[in-house]
């Protein structure tokens, strides 16, 4: 004897304690009507047992938003962008989930649609017991395609149509009504927008535009009258490609070269080939017409220097490590230099000029620092190739702050107490404690970053300001309260005034410039100036990048 077929469970449903104030299903007769009618249409659509069992899946992805921080960690794992798209599309999704669920909930709320005429195969097995308006899935779906489109569009259209399924599905699987979806939608993307005009995406590559004014440089189309040190110490570099020597040798046959041995003194062989004369050629040699650099920053800040007292053009081939100057000069391979030197073609460009305690100034060519800054960025220069720009500069961050001990300082006469001081010759990018390079040499400021230490948790400001990449000063621009509460200043200036130490006991303080380092005795006062020098400096350098 067979026994009586078992009925399908049904779907347990509470009743929410709360289901808000405003209730929209209730309160307004025309959108109860167009909700019923659109949930019967879902509800009577066939879709297929694959497709029905798909959505719910998809569904159940999205819940916590783990669907959105999947798909975040995939689109940063492509780079730059897709890490500012993933940052928008998270942080927006956190702004959305927060709104919808605390606030629109709270507010609005009403009771869910019953999913018992469902198939089995389209319900989910345990139905969430909050107030149905707004949905919070459709929200959270909202704001990360938005958030990513904003970002990167082509991004935002792979993702839109996923975001558009999660929607559907709270119909589909009868979660919600049509009204909570496209109310939790317009939040989303809603909030998106919102968080986009409060903090703007970074701007993007500028033009292809000279790094400074074109000025007469001679042309030496086969190096003749050109005298360059290569220093092979220097590191092998992103942007080198080719045997600094080789290439000399190769396209500017005439140029005198010297390799940089231990023991030389740098300026005093300059200083020979520029009267005439030089480290491998005879004491007959004519002056050199144009003084030449292989090596990384410290010793092209010095070939600079030289180039400058001699009233001479300098030639920068990227031959080190980082080649943070020649990257802003659009010097980014050795060809380009070569074809500037072959043509004549050249820039002029900002220098600043350091003196300390009333000594004959330094050219500065890049970046001067005090504090923590010079550790900041060999941690995160350390950190970059394996874990990418922002994420090194948030760990380098973070381990650099933990043991730092502030720094008095005075800044124009006003006295303060800094984690870290850097002020960079022209405008750096991004607007963090540790930028990372500039795209133009001749706007005639010094960019000061300072990360101060007065304020309380200032170690915790500095760093969550950091992590946002920029974004705390964009936002506080717009909502001036926010501004109080920021740990890092910004501003720009022709010149700096510094005063270091008190008379009292202190640990030697460490002044950075250029890669190089100035130990300054910790017991006595030392004063420093940093002045802009616009236009300082003639460089070899394209005058129509595209053309390269």
Do not use: C
């Not at 929607?167 to 919102?194: K, T």
């Not at 850097?422 to 990360?451: K, S």
């Not at 717009?478 to 720009?492: G, I, Y």
Request: cysteine-free.
């Amino acid at each position: 004897m067979s026994s009586a077929p078992v009925p399908p469970p049904q779907t347990p449903r509470r009743k929410p304690r709360f289901t808000g104030l405003v209730k929209p299903h209730e309160a307004f007769p025309a959108v109860a009507r167009l909700d019923r009618r659109m949930n019967d249409r879902t509800y009577r659509r066939q879709l297929g047992p694959r497709a029905d069992a798909a959505l719910v899946r998809l569904t159940t992805a999205a819940n916590h938003s783990v669907l959105w921080m999947g798909l975040g960690a995939g689109l940063a794992a492509t780079g730059a962008r897709g890490r500012r798209a993933a940052v928008r599309g998270l942080v927006s999704v956190a702004a959305a989930s927060a709104t919808a669920n605390l606030l629109g909930k709270g507010l609005f709320g009403g009771d869910r649609p019953s999913a018992d005429p469902l198939p089995l195969v389209r319900r989910l097995r345990r139905y969430p017991t909050t107030p149905s308006f707004p949905s919070g899935h459709s929200a959270t779906a909202g704001a990360f395609a938005a958030g990513v489109a904003l970002e990167w569009p082509a991004a935002g259209l792979v993702v839109a149509p996923v975001a558009g399924a999660v929607m559907y599905s709270r119909l589909h699987v009868g979660a919600h009504w049509f009204s909570d979806v496209v109310g939790g939608a317009a939040i989303g993307v809603g909030l998106a927008a919102l968080g986009r005009w409060l903090v703007p995406s970074p701007p993007g590559p500028e033009p292809d535009v000279p790094a400074g004014p074109p000025t007469d440089v001679p042309a030496l189309p086969d190096g003749e009258g050109l005298f360059v040190v290569v220093n092979t110490a220097a590191g092998s570099g992103r942007i080198l490609k080719e045997d600094p020597l080789e290439v000399l040798h190769r396209d500017l046959p005439k140029a005198r070269v010297h390799v940089l041995a231990e023991g030389d003194d740098l300026r005093e062989i300059y200083d020979r080939a520029a009267r005439g004369g030089g480290a491998d050629s005879e004491d007959g040699a004519r002056p050199a017409r144009a003084l030449g650099i292989s090596g990384g920053d410290g010793t092209v800040a010095t070939a600079a220097a030289a180039a400058r007292d001699h009233d001479l053009p300098l030639v920068v081939f990227p031959g080190g490590t980082l080649n943070h100057f020649a990257k802003a000069a659009d010097l980014t391979s050795m060809s380009a230099t070569v074809d500037a030197v072959r043509t004549g073609s050249g820039v002029s460009v900002d220098v600043a000029e350091l003196r300390v305690d009333g000594h004959d100034p330094v050219t500065v060519l890049n970046t001067f620092s005090l504090g923590i800054y010079p550790e900041l960025v060999s941690q995160r220069e350390r950190a970059e190739k394996r874990l990418g720009k922002w994420p090194a500069t948030v760990w380098a961050t973070a381990r650099v702050l933990r043991s730092a001990a502030p720094l008095k300082v005075s800044v124009d006469g006003v006295v303060g107490s800094y984690w870290s001081f850097f002020a960079g010759v022209n405008t750096y990018v991004p607007q963090n404690l540790a930028p990372v390079e500039r795209v133009r040499l001749d706007d005639g400021v010094l960019d000061v970053r300072t990360g101060r230490a007065e304020k309380r948790y200032s170690r915790a400001r500095l760093f969550l300001e950091t992590v946002a990449g920029g974004g705390a000063s964009s936002l506080a621009e717009r909502v001036r309260p926010l501004e109080r509460h920021l740990a890092l200043d910004a501003w720009t200036t022709p010149d700096l005034s510094l005063r270091l130490g008190d008379g009292s006991p202190h640990d030697p303080v460490i002044l950075a410039h250029d890669g190089e380092t100035l130990e300054l005795d910790g017991d006595r006062v030392t004063d420093a100036t940093l002045t802009m020098v616009p236009g300082g400096l003639r460089v070899y350098a394209p005058t129509d990048p595209a053309a390269g």
